[in-house]
């Protein structure tokens, strides 16, 4: 299912910070929404994911049990470990314990930290900390995952190896949206962009569109 916006218009104390922005997202795609601090990219993410209020216009309406949203500052739980952390996502799934552990156990080596399984988070690094959050959505089995801005504490070799980790989610038949200041790497590993400036939306597109959009 795509997902539409439609005049989507947000103002927080007299500040508007959407701009009746309009877009579509495609279904079993990745999409970036980049842009500058303050340009609106997360108030987009929260209005899909029904964590925001006071906004006008459309936007599609999808359940919480149609995706998994995981916002910027995502608390570090304390004393749990990464594989007790991906266990988690399967709450409610109804898997036998031994079925539980070992596909908690497989999707931490398709995210490539099953060497910090039994670590506590609060031990692990940025990146692993970000690819064990990844673990955990997966482990919810839905069709569509949010990510806000998951780069922001990762060195820069660390952030092109998980944008190839999320390019094989998406190529698995995830829709997966990413709210990233990574231009560069959002138009080679992502299918569409959406540019945000001001709370406007400047551009909504395929990579190759965007390209000819900033250099024309």
């Known amino acids: 299912m795509n997902i539409t916006a439609d005049h989507l218009t947000l103002v927080v104390d007299k500040i508007q910070v959407l701009k009746e922005v309009s877009f579509t997202i495609p279904d079993a795609r990745f999409t970036c929404i980049v ?4 340009s609106g990219k997360s108030s987009i993410l929260r209005a899909i994911a029904r964590d925001l209020a006071g906004y006008s216009g459309f936007v599609t309406d999808i359940g919480h049990d149609e995706m998994t949203y995981l916002p910027q500052d995502l608390n570090i739980p304390a004393f749990l470990s990464a594989f007790e952390i991906v266990n988690l996502g399967f ?98 590993y992502g299918d569409h962009l959406i540019s945000m400036r001001k709370g406007e939306n400047l551009f909504d597109g395929n990579p190759s569109q965007y390209k000819s959009f900033i250099t024309g």
């Open 91 to 188: 709450y409610g799934r109804r898997l036998r314990g031994d079925q539980q552990n070992k596909a908690a156990e497989a999707l931490l080596e398709i995210c490539g930290i099953g060497h910090i399984k039994d670590q506590a988070f609060t031990n692990v690094s940025a990146g692993e900390r970000q690819r064990t959050w990844l673990a955990f959505a997966l482990a919810q089995s839905k069709e569509l995952i949010l990510m806000d801005e998951p780069l922001a504490a990762i060195d820069p070799p660390a952030r092109r190896s998980f944008f190839k980790l999320l390019r094989s989610v998406v190529d698995q038949g995830k829709t997966l949206v990413l709210v990233t200041h990574e231009i560069d790497l959002a138009i080679e």
């Open 35 to 38: 842009g500058p601090n303050g």
